[in-house]
């Protein structure tokens, strides 16, 4: 059966419906078996279903991890009332924290309190952690030899970014609430469908930390934060 009998947009389309997480290239090549479409296939399909979704509610994007579907931010007021949850806000000190480590990865914990001017408490680096936005990459070669942090595909997944370098200019960004996931980045036209579907994770932390200032240039690394 020749690729065009097998009409494959419709067969990615409802693949990438069904699941719960982005898909890659791969990975939906993977899903004919010993008879895959001939190279190129797949990503053609993909302009199609690109196309097809124009002036509709959802759009297919490609992310860290894949590609997948999502609603579009102007309509997604309306959709996040299917939600009746009351969606918990995260505090000034966990957004400024999760800032640093996106824009200044890899960052150890001492370093990210030096520039805050305030403690950065256990339980919000671990909150962090098991949401999967943000992981060890290493240690630092000093005394002590304390944790370099990094973000994961996961925050660029649900922040709907493809890589690190589609993060707005740190300078671009007028308050560190603008970081709240009910927010888009203003680089593209879109959210996660999993950040309207899903509440944002507890945060309970309650110091006031100071505005953060320009970081040192004194981190060195070969570590590469997205691998």
């Known amino acids: 059966m020749n690729d065009n009998a097998l009409n494959l947009a419709p067969i990615l389309e409802a693949t990438l419906l069904a699941s719960t997480q982005p898909l890659s290239v791969a990975q939906l090549y993977g899903i ?4 895959p479409p001939k190279k190129g296939a797949v990503e053609q399909a993909l302009g199609e279903l690109i196309e ?3 002036g509709r509610g959802v759009e297919l994007v490609e992310v860290a991890s894949g590609w997948r579907y999502q609603v579009r931010l102007e309509v997604h007021p309306y959709v ?18 999760l800032a640093l480590i996106a824009y200044r990865q890899p960052i150890t914990r001492g370093e990210i309190e030096q520039i805050r001017g305030v403690s950065v408490s256990a339980t919000m680096i ?3 952690e098991e949401r999967e936005w943000i ?10 030899r304390p944790e370099l942090f990094g973000t994961t595909k996961t925050f660029l997944d649900y922040f709907g ?3 690190l370098d589609q993060l707005p200019p740190l300078a671009e960004l007028k308050e560190y609430q603008e970081l709240e996931p009910q927010l888009s ?3 593209s036209e879109s959210i996660p469908a999993q950040a309207a579907m899903s509440a944002t ?5 309650q110091d006031h930390p100071t505005e953060p200032t320009e970081t040192p240039d004194s981190v060195e690394t070969t570590t590469d934060p997205q691998t």
Request: hydrophobic letters at 30%.
């Open 161 to 163: 970014l493809k890589s």
């Open 32 to 35: 004919f078996g010993d008879s």
């Open 135 to 144: 992981r060890v990459l290493g240690h630092r070669d000093v005394p002590g």
């Open 201 to 205: 994770a507890d945060s309970t932390e």
């Open 52 to 54: 097809a979704c124009e």
């Open 80 to 97: 996040a009332r299917l939600w009746n949850e009351r969606q918990s806000k995260y505090t000034r000190a966990t957004l400024e924290t």
């Open 185 to 187: 980045f203003d680089i």
């Open 126 to 128: 671990k909150s962090l």
